[in-house]
T-cell receptor, first 115, second 114 residues
Framework: AQSVTQLGSHVSVSEGALVLLRCNYS??????LFWYVQYPNQGLQLLLK??????LVKGINDFEAEFKKSETSFHLTKPSAHMSDAAEYFCAVSGASGGSYIPTFGRGTSLIVHP | NAGVTQTPKFRVLKTGQSMTLLCAQDMNHEYMYWYRQDPGMGLRLIHYSVGEGTTAKGEVPDGYNVSRLKKQNFLLGLESAAPSQTSVYFC?????????????FGPGTRLLVL
């Protein structure tokens, strides 16, 4: 079985501040991990993903995430928030469970950026 | 290359009415998925398909049916709509090459059931 927990349904930061969105996973097999972003009234799009190569993964728009097996975490960070980063962020985990690669999504974290 | 498209974008139904949501993809992907998104619940998988002519149940399949008669299309049907089915529905597709692949999402269909 696999699951994802995103800590905090809402995160509020000031423009220019560090962004940290937390994701912890549970998986009985080595996981593949994803961060997707959903801008208002749009579908989800991939931000970055970890597929067992480098543990520090860089994505679009200066976002990055670090896979920490010992902490079962895959937190998303960005050094300096922009107003345009305001969106819903979803963490997802995929593992070869029962021959299915279907990802499981977290409940999402809404990032609010204040001027 | 349109990617994943969904029809309609918005729909209002009365309780008991039926409707079909259409998802189309032009990327020749094998896998297709239907999700519903509700506030505080994230994305929940309704049904999915791993190839033309195949479908499988996801996490919340009750009250929905699906069909994948053509590789590029994945239909989601509501036979008798209920207010609990008010939601935003997203279709997604992926190549079907294996674990760790990216899903590509459509823009969503907002459904309101009165």
């Amino acid at each position: 079985a696999q699951s994802v927990t995103q800590l905090g349904s809402h995160v509020s930061v000031s423009e220019g501040a560090l962004v940290l969105l937390r994701c912890n996973y549970s998986s009985s097999v080595p996981p593949y991990l994803f961060w997707y972003v959903q801008y208002p009234n749009q579908g989800l799009q991939l931000l970055l993903k970890y597929t067992s190569a480098a543990t520090l993964v860089k994505g679009i728009n200066d976002f990055e995430a670090e896979f920490k097996k010992s902490e079962t975490s895959f937190h998303l960070t960005k050094p300096s928030a922009h107003m345009s980063d305001a969106a819903e962020y979803f963490c997802a985990v995929s593992g070869a469970s029962g021959g299915s690669y279907i990802p499981t999504f977290g409940r999402g974290t809404s990032l609010i950026v204040h001027p | 290359n349109a990617g994943v498209t969904q029809t309609p974008k918005f729909r209002v139904l009365k309780t008991g009415q039926s409707m079909t949501l259409l998802c189309a993809q032009d990327m020749n992907h094998e896998y297709m998925y239907w999700y519903r998104q509700d506030p505080g619940m994230g994305l929940r998988l309704i049904h999915y398909s791993v190839g033309e002519g195949t479908t499988a149940k996801g996490e919340v399949p009750d009250g929905y049916n699906v069909s994948r008669l053509k590789k590029q299309n994945f239909l989601l049907g509501l036979e008798s709509a209920a207010p609990s089915q008010t939601s935003v529905y997203f279709c997604a597709s992926s190549p079907g090459l294996g674990i760790g692949e990216t899903q590509y999402f459509g823009p969503g269909t907002r459904l309101l059931v009165l």
